[in-house]
């Protein structure tokens, strides 16, 4: 199993700001996902953090507006840049076992843009 | 056609009852298939796991897989208020795990 710390755990955030996200891992991992879930809705995978290259975006997601930090395998940053309040949100962050038998999550972070 | 698909709406079971809930996926090289418990304002936990066809029991729960006809499906029993939660179903392919909408049960006491 994987112990995943993520912070902050919430933040309220003004408008046109922005925010890093961090998630630390006990273990060196591979990949690192990072999702959002809107209120109400299941996971949207924003993108994969890997090691020693450039994150891997999802169609909608773009690195101006969510650009990624990976600078060894048991950490990751995501940043939600000039923020805006649809990007209010819980943005969670996830690691999978070598095998892809088991999916950890971090506590996540609710984010909320006044 | 998504990826993963929950399409049943919210599920009410009185407490002791069975909880069924069902998920269908569109690609037919995926490999693992999850159950996710999530409590409002938690992250997801796993409960359940499955790799080949059949089932899978694990205590309340049981998981049946599909392969031919694409579906994975999660049964409660004896359900009880602490399964009052979103259950969320993810497929694993490409690299990543997709995951459905969710399914939200409510059991009843």
């Known amino acids: 199993s994987a112990v995943i710390s993520q912070k902050p755990s919430r933040d309220i955030c003004q408008r046109g700001t922005s925010l890093t996200i961090q998630c630390q891992v006990d273990s060196q991992v591979t990949m690192m996902f990072w999702y959002r879930q809107q209120p109400g809705q299941s996971l949207t995978l924003i993108a994969t953090?890997?090691?020693?290259?450039?994150?891997?975006?999802e169609s909608g997601f773009v690195i101006d507006k969510f650009p990624i930090s990976r600078p060894n395998l048991t950490f990751s940053t995501l940043t939600v840049s000039n923020m805006s309040p649809e990007d209010s949100s819980i943005y969670l962050c996830s690691v999978v076992s070598q095998e892809y038998t088991e999916a950890f999550f971090g506590q996540g972070t609710r984010l909320t843009v006044v | 056609q998504k990826e993963v698909e929950q399409n049943s709406g919210p599920l009410s079971v009185p407490e002791g009852a069975i909880a069924s809930l069902n998920c269908t996926y569109s690609d037919r090289v995926s490999q693992s298939f999850f159950w996710y418990r999530q409590y409002s304002g938690k992250s997801p936990e796993l409960i359940m796991s499955?790799?080949?066809?059949g089932d899978k029991e694990d205590g309340r729960f049981t998981a049946q897989l599909n392969k031919a006809s694409q579906y994975v499906s999660l049964l409660i029993r004896d359900s009880q208020p602490s399964d009052s939660a979103t259950y969320l179903c993810?497929?694993?392919?490409?690299?990543?795990?997709?995951f459905g909408k969710g399914n939200q049960v409510v059991v009843i006491p």
């Open positions: 993810a497929v694993s392919g490409n690299n990543r795990l997709a």
């Open positions: 953090a890997n090691q020693g290259s450039e994150a891997t975006y």
């Open positions: 499955i790799y080949s066809n």
